[in-house]
């Protein structure tokens, strides 16, 4: 009866750990998903940034304001 016992033990572990370790997976694959989110809403803001920053000097300093057709 010992035996049966243990071989029952045994085969929930191993259920037990393949549980496991499929969680660790899907938590890993969220992880990276919201880090590459989070890459992305960095770039946005940074271009963001740029762009108006880039308006910015362009209001204050007048370049950019008029072209030159003549070489």
Do not use: C, H
């Amino acid at each position: 009866m010992d035996l049966a016992i243990g071989l029952s033990n045994l085969q929930a572990a191993r259920t037990m750990s393949q549980v496991q370790f499929a969680v660790a997976r899907k938590i890993l694959d969220m992880q990276q998903l919201q880090g590459s989110a989070a890459i992305q809403l960095i770039e946005a803001a940074s271009e963001g940034t740029r762009q108006a920053g880039a308006a910015l000097v362009a209001s204050a300093t007048g370049l950019g304001s008029n072209l030159d057709t003549y070489g």
